[in-house]
């Protein structure tokens, strides 16, 4: 068995084919809030209300959506493969799982979680909207989305530190690389493969090899890519 490691990161574009707003896309999420309003510490302590409201819209909005071909194939691989990939995401909602993909890390949370503010459990709530719900573990209800929001730490992001001493390959997926610094990955690991559909020249060119095209279609690349890396 191969002990190589390949860590699979995917952002927004993943998700797109299966309807998923994202905020930079035109009519994307920023066109109706501002990122200051509802994903920033400071928009929480300003308006919890407002927060609140639109988190438990996007769980709502996930419910009916169903993973497209790229989340189904990365399962598969991930399935064949289970001791060699790393899947970490970006993404908050629960697509990769739908589609029958385990140990997924979300690096900046879950939709379909809330956490409790009082003692920081964190719970399974589905699509179901944040009033009402109280924390299993202290029944307290000051609990709030699972979404990182910017001015706080995302703790799952130590497993990015591991990514630069135990990755063999990286694979970035749908991902501007604005939030992450995916060209700083690619340069700390030899064998590296960016899917995108559209090109960004500055990043890009610290990448091996590069697929441009739609997530849906370029997952046939990726994958004949990791089968072909794990047999060497």
């Known amino acids: 068995m191969s002990k190589k490691k390949i860590y699979i990161l995917s952002g927004a574009g993943l998700s797109a084919e299966s309807g998923i707003k994202t905020f930079r896309d035109n009519d994307g999420l920023w066109e109706n809030y501002s990122v200051e309003e509802v994903c920033s510490v400071q928009g929480w302590q300003r308006d919890r209300q407002k927060v609140s409201d639109f988190y438990d819209a996007r769980r709502a909005d996930i419910e009916h959506k169903e993973p497209n071909r790229a989340h189904i194939e990365l399962a598969k691989l991930k399935a064949r493969h289970s001791d060699n990939i790393v899947m970490l995401t970006q993404n908050v909602d629960n697509m990769l799982e739908k589609a029958g993909c385990d140990e997924v890390i979300h690096l900046h949370g879950t939709l379909t979680d809330l956490r409790c503010e009082s003692c920081e459990e964190v719970f399974f709530v589905g699509y ?20 990182v929001m910017f001015g706080e730490a995302a703790p799952a992001y130590e497993h990015l530190r591991e990514l630069y001493h135990h990755a063999d390959m990286v694979i970035v997926i749908g991902t501007s690389g604005q939030v992450i610094d995916t060209a700083y990955i690619a340069q700390n690991v030899e064998n590296s493969v960016i899917l995108n559909l559209d090109v960004d020249e500055y990043i890009d060119r610290h990448f091996k090899t590069r697929i441009y095209n739609k997530a849906t279609v370029g997952i046939d690349k990726v994958v004949d890519i990791v089968e072909e890396f794990l047999e060497m």
Request: with cysteine; proline share 5%; glycine share 4%.
């Open 128 to 147: 179901s909207a944040q009033k009402g719900k109280t924390c299993p573990a202290c029944t307290s209800d000051d609990v709030r989305h699972n979404v």
